[in-house]
Structures are given as structure tokens and as C-alpha cells.
């Protein structure tokens, strides 16, 4: 029985998949089971940071599984303090508390159960909690019933009414459409600073700040999704401080790219005091309040702590910033009328393509189509939406690597 065949028996036909069958990896290379060889730019979605099987996270996950895997958060786990100290010292460089998840749904949950608890603490003029948390339209927060509900894309909650209540979807970037967005209910604002899923959409600097501001002015919380843009990929630690570095959040998620490859996702809240008896916020989830019995073992925290260390002591933000200014020079000089515009910062990007130009077959979106050609040709990237493909190599890519991959890039694009 072929991989495909069981697959097509046993598992539930959630994703789309390519023929594809990858059985080993090192560092921006995949083999399938055929023996060919492919450059990864696609890195399990922007999560392989440093490639595959980087040695020291091997050898990080190697240590640990012959120490402790896991032990229960009911007692203190070293790697656990260890990871929320490197990032809350050097990653978020904000007095804040970090709890850990799996996944970056649950991160996105984390954040919105803190915001009901924020709501609770400091509800409504008439008494009654706020709840109401603003998301933006094509944003991506996760497949969990709370993350879904976050999520400002109908295709992602088609069949699953009745969604959890209290989100509202507002048009990213829009200045004028925050002016009457808040009601009395809304305790929170959670947006991407770059929209991944949904087609790398930045964030503008002015938007971002009127975002702020609004929560400011309404006493609501603000909270970024860095999920798939935070630890390096967008060219600084953290995404939205290459658009908005003066913005201090209330809360983050993260996940995809801080483990490398291990299963870990994580919130963030911060230590600043939400009320006149000086209360945190990061203080609003007590002992029993919230928990996950795999967040945060020691395996994953181990291997997330080698990885994270390796981005900020080799400055892999700085690499992903160069790299982007090769791939955007090199692309930008080719004038290809396919290529309706480059978006995205750092290692996290989006190639806008001109549909009219690709002939689709039924049922395949212009980028299905030349995510295709490309995988042919040897080169791996995932779509962002139907006409967008993204690159989203590991952060310590090299020149010659990047030049391999524009290479593929031109022999398929120039061909529409
Ligand atoms: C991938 C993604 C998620 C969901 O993460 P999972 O680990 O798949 O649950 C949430 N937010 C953003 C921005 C993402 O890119």
C-alpha cells in the first residue's frame, strides 16, 4: 500500500495534499521517497526556522529526551522558566508573563479568555463584562472553536455555525472603519501585524498606531498575533516592531517558528497594572484558571530554547532582513507581468500573481498552479490565498540558496 493509499483509508481528508512524500531533511534541503531533492521554502509553514535537523536542535531534543520528556505542570520545570526568561528578556523586552500551548490556536485562545477576564475585571458602565474581541477581515487565528471565531474568513467557518459569539471583522488597514468600531461590550483588538494566511497583508505603520491608539482611548486590550510572523521572520524578533517599534501590546501569541519543528505555541500578557489598586494584567489568570498537560514540557522547552537562542545569538532577523532585499532587487528586475507586486517583510513573502495571465485547470487557483511547476522544477513554497505565493525559507538562508530559488522562480514565472 502506497503513503497515499493509507492515507486515503485512514486519515480524515482535512487537507489537500500534494503527491509528495518527504522522508528526510537538511537544513533548506527535502528528499522524498524517491531519492529527489527539493529546496525547502516552505519549512512546514514558516516553521523549520533553522532549517531541517539544525544540529543544535537535535542535539537539544537528543539531551533532553534522555533526561525528562515530561512531567506534569503541577511542579516547576527549569526549561519552562528558562524559555519564558530568554524571550521575555530578550525577545519581548517587556515586563510580562509567558504561559505555554501547543499550538498556535491555543495561544490565540489564551489571548481571548484573557480578554474575557480583562472584560470581567473591568466590565461595562451598567456592570455586565465586556467580551467582545475585534479581529479584521483575512485574518488567520487558528481551527480551535475560539481561534475559528477569531478567524475573519467565511470559507474557514463554513458548516461550523453557531460560532462562538463575541467577534467582530473589521477591513485591515482601514483607518476610518476603527472610528465607530468599539461598543460597550468590546474588551479587545487582536490583529496580525502581517497577515499570513491571508495573503501577506502589512500592517501600515499609521494603521497600526491608530489601533493602539483606539485601545488606548477605550481601555481595551491590545493583542498581535506574531504566530507566524514573530522570532526572527519578519526581520526583528518581533513582527510589529519592524512597522510600530514605540507600540507596547498587552498580549502575544506565538508558535510555528519558535519551536523549530517540536510542538509548542505560547501567550504572552503584560505585567503593566489595569486598574487604580495596580492589578496586572498578566495577573488576571490564576492557579486553575488555565492549562494545558503537554505545555510546556521540558522536551519542547528544551528544543524551543536552543532554537530561539540560535536566532538572536547568530542574528537571524538580520539575515532574514538581507535576504529580502535580495529576493525583492532580484525579482523587481526581472519585470515580469505576472508579478503584480512583492509583499511582506524579512523571510515572511508574498508574490502577488496576475490571474489573468495563468491558465487554471478546474478547481486550481493561479497559485496552486505555480506552486506546482515550482515543486516540479525542485523548489517548495506554500500559496497565501488564491494568487499569492509565499516564500518562507529558514532564516539562516544563504545567498546561493536564495539564488537557487530565484532561479526556479524565473524558469516558471517567465513562462506566463
Ligand atoms: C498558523 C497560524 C495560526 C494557527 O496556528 P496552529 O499552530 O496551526 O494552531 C494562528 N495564527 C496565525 C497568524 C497563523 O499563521
Redesign the pocket.
Known sequence: MTTAEAFQQNVLPTYGRFPLVPVRGAGCRLWDETGKSYLDFCTG??VCSLGHCHPRLVEAIRKQAGELMHVSNLYQIPQQAELAKEINEHHVKLPGKIFFSN??????DGLIKSARRFGHKRPQADGSPRYEVLTFQQ??????LG?MAATGQAKIQEGFDPLLPGFRYLPYNDIAALENAVRPETAAILL?PI???GGVNTATREFMRAVADLCKKHDLLLLF?????GFGRCGDSMAWRMTAPEIQPDGI?W??GMGGGVPI?AFWLSDRSIDDEGTALSSLLGPGSHGSTYGGNPLVCAAALAVVQEIREKDLAMNAILQEVRIRSTIESWNLPVVTEIRGKGLLLGIGLDPARIPTPVGKTPALVVVSALMERGLLVPPAGPNTIRLLPPLNVTDSEIDEALAHLFAVLSGF
Not at 499550538?103 to 490565540?108: C, I, L, M, P, T
Not at 485574518?139 to 480551535?144: E, I
Open positions: 509553514i514558516a499550538s498556535g490556536a491555543e495561544a490565540n485574518s488567520f487565528h487558528g481551527r480551535t481561534s496580525e497577515q499570513g494566511e498575533d506574531e504566530v507566524q510572523t501569541s508558535a510555528k505555541g
